[in-house]
């Protein structure tokens, strides 16, 4: 064999050799990834038929689920089963082990079609048992040594069998019977959020319109490797702001797409979001004054980062004196603006971002605080007199005002209501004046003047006769 035919053949040998270990990593790389397998609680409780939108509610959901079924046909790795509730059963019997594994789990490129038929066929008939559907899921999936398993619940009412769903979804997390259940919410009041956040993460979906979309990202969320963790950044850029609400719009069309409270993990870490990453977002971070960001575009299947810039410190209000009944009042605004940021009650704090704010408290008279500083994570107290009580006795209805009297001139505070014979007016202390004319005495020289002054927490008597 001549040198050139020696040095191909090696070459070949050494090629066969890096194909064959590209394949055999290959296959370790499909053996790697998981087999995803949803199964879907599907409500077809009595109540199913009542009317939404553009008919009743199972036959929205019908529509719905049918075309979103056909959407998941293609997606690899993943297998479906479906559960339904209140099928079998008539209400009037109240049947609360009513609950059936109608399809079991299965590749979704072939099951896809069996569990869009069976949802097709449904006839709601009975109550909601929800708490042993999820028990009775534990059978539903079988043993499997590669596989996550999820739970997407579909349903518009809430527990009938006095089960408890929180309880019951804890437990069989904690035995990694299946991973945080997805709580679909239709036609839902959205007061039962609550009731459903312990059990799992709840969607609410408020008509026929968004069903759709909630169901996308339910997927992309259980599916995608898409994840996202917004930095709320202090004055020093660090990300230790949090436990405030934020949402995110389509950029696009300007709808609500999430609403989520910011929260630092168990680690110390902004915690780990999932979003659509197909759509580009405006956030709205809702601090005082709120935060916003726009187009924000997001990389599929990666881990993204969102920095947002909002230090903040807190403002506490405080009364200084004894205790009162009346606590005011006071409107926050941007230093040198005329909007109302907020309406900050005494005995309160609240936290606002870093800069100067105007303060308008709302005692009698007004108290005006101007470029009032908040600092990054400190706390600027105020505090103001508590008010004292003047109580006007009136023989009759009349018109007056109240002044404030420093001894140089009087200001206007308030008038009185010519309604009320007894009449309460909180006021600061100092020393006021009251002019007053009763209503059926038509002389200006008939005007009573009373001299008064205030202490806080004290009442005063002032008899108008």
Request: proline residues 5%; glycine residues 6%; positive net charge.
């Amino acid at each position: 064999m001549n040198l050139e035919l020696r040095i191909k053949n090696f070459g070949l040998r050494n090629h066969i050799k890096v194909l064959c270990l590209s394949f055999f990593l290959s296959i370790l790389t499909l053996k790697a990834q998981p087999t995803n397998r949803i199964l879907f609680i599907f409500d077809d409780s009595y109540s199913m038929w009542a009317p939404w939108n553009s008919n009743v509610k199972i036959e929205v959901a019908k529509k719905v689920m049918s075309k979103f079924l056909d959407s998941l046909k293609n997606l690899p790795n993943l297998e479906i089963a479906l559960r339904c509730y209140g099928h079998t059963t008539n209400f009037k019997a109240r049947n609360c082990k009513d609950s059936k594994l109608e399809v079991p789990f299965a590749p979704v490129k072939t099951n896809y079609l069996n569990v869009k038929q069976r949802i097709l066929k449904l006839n709601p008939e009975g109550t909601t048992p929800i708490a042993y559907s999820l028990g009775e899921c534990t059978a539903d999936f079988t043993p499997c040594s590669n596989c996550r398993n999820i739970v997407i619940l579909i349903t518009d009412g809430i527990e009938e069998c006095g089960g408890n769903p929180c309880e019951v979804s804890i437990q069989l997390q904690k035995k990694g019977i299946f991973l945080r259940p997805f709580v679909i919410g239709v036609g839902l009041d959205v007061k039962f959020a609550d009731v459903f956040g312990c059990m799992g993460k709840f969607y609410d979906v408020s008509n026929e319109a968004n069903f759709e979309d909630v169901l996308k990202l339910v997927i992309t969320e259980a599916l995608s490797q898409t994840t996202v963790e917004v930095d709320l950044l202090d004055i020093t850029k660090k990300p230790t702001e949090t436990d405030v609400n934020m949402t995110f719009y389509d950029a696009n069309n300007k709808t609500i797409k999430y609403n989520y409270l910011h929260t630092i993990n168990h680690r110390g870490n902004p915690d780990t979001l999932v979003l659509d990453p197909d759509l580009t977002y405006n956030l709205t971070v809702h601090t005082i004054p709120p935060v916003e960001k726009n187009n924000i575009t997001i990389t599929r299947g990666k881990h993204n980062v969102i920095p947002v810039d909002a230090p903040q410190g807190y403002l506490k209000l405080e009364l200084d004196g004894p205790l009162s009944k009346y606590y005011p009042t006071t409107v926050i605004r941007k230093s040198g603006e005329m909007k109302t940021l907020n309406v900050h009650e005494f005995g309160k704090t609240e936290k606002y971002i870093v800069g100067k704010y105007d303060l308008e408290i709302l005692t009698l008279p007004r108290i005006k605080l101007n470029a009032v500083e908040i600092k990054q994570s400190s706390t600027n107290t105020i505090k103001v007199p508590t008010s004292g009580t003047a109580y006007i006795s009136k023989i009759g209805s009349g018109f007056g005002s109240i002044y404030l009297d420093d001894g140089k001139q009087v200001t206007w505070v308030c008038n009185l209501n010519n309604s009320l014979q007894n009449e309460i007016i909180y006021l600061q202390p100092g020393n006021y004046k009251m002019e007053f004319r009763f209503e059926t005495t038509k002389e200006t020289t008939k005007t009573i003047e009373r001299k008064f002054a205030i202490t806080s927490g004290i009442t005063t008597n002032l008899k108008l006769n």
